[in-house]
DNA sequence: CGCGACTTTGAATAGCCTCAAGACATGTGG
DNA sequence: CCACATGTCTTGAGGCTATTCAAAGTCGCG
């Protein structure tokens, strides 16, 4: 693995210069974890910063009767764990890689250094955390008042404009999108039959989905 | 109103001297609103931080169809805005009072020099962050996986918790509640009254509720 | 190529929402 | 201080969406 490979990725560590990349870069340990495999569980201690240096990683959360809740899915270069770098906390989510990924951490004390040393670090993390909290919101509000048909739209039009094409593979599997949009792996099956049927999209082998009429799916309530 | 009125309340301010905390007074901006008046609306300019000095805030979001969510009720000495005190956005959200209530406001441009002369507040304000986001994780996560049954049951004692008593008055309509709850004050009402059916709580005017067996309680699914 | 995991499809059910009407409370003006 | 008006809450009946359970079909990995 390259040198700055982790912290080069960082959006938090935008404002810095090569050098100071490289005290960062010190300070900071690689892990690598196969498909599968959990990187944390809830009532873990949470006192690093993890940084997805490549590969996929789920967060989730369960409730109280067992059912399983999506809260994110971690790509390269993001980041979790902010949450509590300054106070004493568990974590309340489980952390799955979901293909092999490779994963650096910062300890808590290392990172609290960092952001006394370079005080734009955190400015970039309060803008981090601030766009993960509208983010949850809109969830969260989306998945109490829309429809799981509505929702799926949703889905499907946000990720066609983040990767800025028609035509994607689903990141994720049917089970995971499911908890990701509170509902089932039938329920997703059945919406996405009747959104081929009403011509909006088009399914292909390889879970592959070509948006026919974005405007359209919109709409839907 | 006192000076210090609102800034004494915050605990992102904690950690000032007394001196420190009239500098911040005299930058503040005091607004009384009546119950029922809007504080702010969506796509309104997000660039003051807002403190709740008295009275009572609820925040929601409007989904596509028109539904309501609600997402935070504000009291006394909580704040808002925070979300984008360091990047140009638009507010998702509407605040309205929900009682007559009293705000004081900080411009973005005073609170981002307030952080550099006082880093102690940023480190307050991750904290605030991200203890924000972790309720709001949990939200998230009983919204979409559990029951209106157990979503009621859950915030009946979480509410009894947080006013450390057994018997309190609900702080919200009905309607307000439910928008809370993700569901209908129909369904609010038919499962209060299953709950006292059960000998769990029992009701009483002025939506007063006393809870009985708050383990009972605990265990609905 | 075969096995296990994922996905689709079907039928039945359950939980919740909607709509509507009546009861209650709250606060206002006379 | 009472009477009334308005908004809020409760209760009932009906319908609909989404879940559950089960079984067959498909994909992809070793």
Redesign the interface.
Known sequence: MASHECVQLVPIFNDLATNQLDTIESIVRHHHYPAGSTIFSASDALDTLMIVASGQVKVY?L???G???L?YLLQTGDIDG??????N?QR??FGEALVPTEVCSIRREDFQNL??QY?SI??N???V??K???Q???????????SVE?RLANYLIETAAALKTDTFKLPLKKKDLATFL?TTPESISRKLALFEQQALITQKPGKIIQINDADQLLLT?
């Not at 902010?82 to 106070?87: G, I």
């Open positions: 959360q409730a109280a009767n059912r399983e809740q809260l902010e949450a509590a770098l300054f106070e906390q309340t989510s952001m006394r005080p955190s400015i993390v309060l803008n955390f601030g993960r909290l509208s949850l919101e809109r969830q969260t509000t989306r998945a109490t008042t829309e509505a509170g309530e």
